[in-house]
Nanobody, 127 residues
């Protein structure tokens, strides 16, 4: 089992920045991939970004490319999401996810490709 705890959410004005953190504990040695998803009010959860734990390869949704950066600190078992140039449409609950299975990159955006999920942290962007 892997436990994930997110932090760093809050209220920010449009154009501002936030950095989210996701601390992993438990059987973290089996982690192959971690990701961030988000769910806005009245909408389905959507993929934001993913990172391969060992190689550090990163993948992004088109909507955040160039504005968000996912990174990991292996020594701290923590993944980060640096968000810049925030827009009101970025308002959502941001959840961290992790998985230990080897999939091709096609599956990185799929919720079903992740076994472990955090509770989420709220991000509100005001206009």
């Amino acid at each position: 089992q892997v436990q994930l705890v997110e932090s760093g959410g809050g209220l920010v004005q449009a154009g501002g920045s936030l950095r989210l953190s996701c601390a992993a504990s438990g059987r973290t040695s089996s982690t192959i991939r971690m990701a961030w998803f988000r769910q806005a009010p009245g909408k389905e959860r959507e993929f934001v970004a993913a990172i391969l734990w060992n190689g550090g390869n990163t993948f992004y949704a088109d909507s955040v490319t160039g504005r968000f950066t996912i990174a990991r600190d292996k020594a701290k078992n923590t993944v980060y999401l640096q968000m810049t140039s925030l827009k009101p449409e970025d308002t959502a609950v941001y959840c961290c996810a992790a998985d230990g299975r080897s999939y091709g990159s096609y599956y990185y955006t799929r919720q079903a490709s992740y076994d472990y999920w955090g509770q989420g942290t709220q991000v509100n962007v005001s206009s």
